[in-house]
């Protein structure tokens, strides 16, 4: 755990690493004398990169923002879509159920009624009785 504390230990490993590092920088004579210029330019150059604390806050409040509005609104889009298929499929169940009634009527009336056998045979079957006279109309 001390060794993570122990910034001096740190510092001294990474100097001693980079011995070319140490060469770059200015005598003392020479910084007192380049300091009156080079301050504001480092000054201004710190002032203009650094960004208020307000501001990336907004940024980011505005992102979640974003991000939850576009995933609300595809949500409710999938929604009104999910909800029209199922119109159409309740629309068509309730037509195929109104079929299969109106055919098991017709079944119920070929079962039973003697003329709607005829009738039926006649229309789909071409049939006719025994004792009829068929003339062909072309």
Known sequence: MNRAVNTYWTDTRLAAQRPAARALTLPAPAREAAG?????????????????????????????????????????????????????????????????????????????????IEAAARTRLNMVRANEIVVPID
Do not use: G
């Open 36 to 116: 009156d210029y080079a301050e504001p330019i480092i000054e201004a150059r710190r002032r203009r990169l650094v960004i208020p604390s307000w501001v990336t806050f907004t940024m980011i409040i505005l992102a979640t923002f974003a991000l939850c509005v576009t995933v609300t609104m595809r949500t409710h889009a999938e929604m009104r879509s999910a909800a029209q298929k199922f119109e159409r499929m309740t629309e068509d169940v309730e037509t195929l159920r109104n079929n299969n009634a109106e055919i098991e009527r017709e079944v119920q009336e070929l079962r039973t009624n003697p003329r709607a």
